[in-house]
């Protein structure tokens, strides 16, 4: 096809070809480098209880203060770092960092941190998180680990793992939530204590008739099975209203707030009400 287009097109097409496989090598190199030169750093966003208003706790995202290419988003950096086996040490990285954040925040408020696949495969992922723990002081309680439905479809081993960081008083997230191809039965036999909706169905919801019937129905199984349930991308009242009147419980957007990095956080100083 490409040969169909002209000779021109296809010079064109080979040199951008080349530039992709370069800027990804490049982008490799620099990726083994950064963990050490501690280019990392996490931005934090709240999520809310929304009967009251209140801030539960704070979601670490990490970003890459890249020396020449500026702020990186993990989406861009955090699937190569899984394919090289970097995202080991980077979420070891992360946990740390997180939890010595977390340790200095009022005792009401959560964090939450993701976890990749790779990691949770990883043999030393519950001695990772038990070490965060104790290197910074921070209650087990207090830590939530994100984790997409991919898991569900990994390895025993990857489930005993979830099972051990659960019994150490850590909560398992289902993060993403309808995005993927696990089944609902699985839903019931891992240690999850909250659900995260993927904000796919939040920014349909004022529109997608259908999209509302998905949030009621996750909605109702969450409350069923006694799990949490919090809506991502929340960006408007309207969707919040709609979220809201489908029973969901807790919500994260940037109608609440952007992530932003620590030092830029107003730390709420009020109790969460009980
Ligand atoms: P996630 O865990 O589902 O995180 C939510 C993403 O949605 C974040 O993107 C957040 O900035 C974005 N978001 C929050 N509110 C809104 C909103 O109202 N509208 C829109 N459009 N977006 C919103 P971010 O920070 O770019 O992270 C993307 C993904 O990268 C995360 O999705 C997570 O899967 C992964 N990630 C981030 N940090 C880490 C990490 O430390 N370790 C691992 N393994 N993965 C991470
Ligand atoms: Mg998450
Ligand atoms: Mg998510
Ligand atoms: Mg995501």
Known sequence: RAKAAGRGTLIVFEQGMDMVVQDQHALEIDLRRALQRGEFELHYQPFINIASGLVCGFEALVRWRHPQQGLIPPDRFIPLAEET????????????????????????????????????????????????????????????????ETVMLAGADSRKSLQAIGAMGVSIVLDDFGTGYASLSYLAEM????????????????????????????????????????????????????????????????????????????????????
């Open 85 to 148: 086996g970097i995202i080991v040490p980077l979420g070891a990285w992360v946990l740390e960092r997180a939890c010595a954040d977390a340790v200095t925040w009022p005792v009401e408020m959560r964090l939450a941190v993701n976890l990749s696949p790779v990691q949770l495969r990883h043999c030393g992922i519950v001695e990772t998180v038990g070490g965060a723990l104790r290197a910074s002081g921070l209650l087990a309680t207090r830590l939530e680990l994100e984790v997409t």
């Open 191 to 274: 240690p999850f204590s909250k659900i995260k909706i993927d904000r796919g169905f939040v920014a349909d919801l004022p529109t997608h008739h259908t999209s509302r019937a998905i949030v009621s129905a996750i909605t109702n199984l969450a409350s069923a099975l006694h799990m949490e349930i919090t809506a991502e991308g929340v960006e408007t009242e309207e969707q919040l209203m709609i979220l809201k009147a489908a029973g969901c419980t807790h919500a994260q957007g940037y109608y609440f707030a952007r992530p932003r990095p620590i030092g830029d956080i107003e730390m709420p100083r009020q109790a969460k009400k009980v």
